[in-house]
């Protein structure tokens, strides 16, 4: 008698790396997005970070992210995504103090 087999992990599956060009597309969108918000094109920017996220989600993009949605106003959205940041990415205190009004607007202690 063979011994059980144990049933796989379905959200093993999920962990796995995305495919090469996935991943060179979440790239290119980023770059897209960086380049968008350094031309204070700051509606583009949030759409391709967005784009990116979906594709691969990484938390330097939701910093990004974070940081147009402040730009923009949208200090709830930006809030949300600073949380998702620092409990991602766990940032360097230096990296916390840099962002110390950010982390203000939002009520979020390092």
């Known amino acids: 008698m063979a011994p059980p087999t144990p049933e796989r992990d379905p959200e093993a599956s999920n962990t796995s790396e ?9 790239r290119s969108l980023f770059q897209i997005g960086v380049a968008a918000f350094q031309m204070g094109r700051y509606e583009d920017a949030r759409d391709a970070f967005e784009a990116a996220h979906q594709l691969v989600p990484k938390p330097q993009v939701l910093y990004n992210l974070a940081m147009v949605e402040m730009k923009l106003g949208h200090v709830k959205e930006a809030c949300q995504h600073l949380e998702a940041w620092m409990r991602d990415a766990t940032p360097s205190p230096s990296r916390l103090q840099s962002m110390s009004s950010e982390l203000q607007k939002c009520g979020i202690g390092p």
């Not at 995305?18 to 979440?26: G, L, S, Y």
Request: proline letters at 22%.
């Open 18 to 26: 995305p495919p090469e060009a996935t991943i060179r597309a979440a």
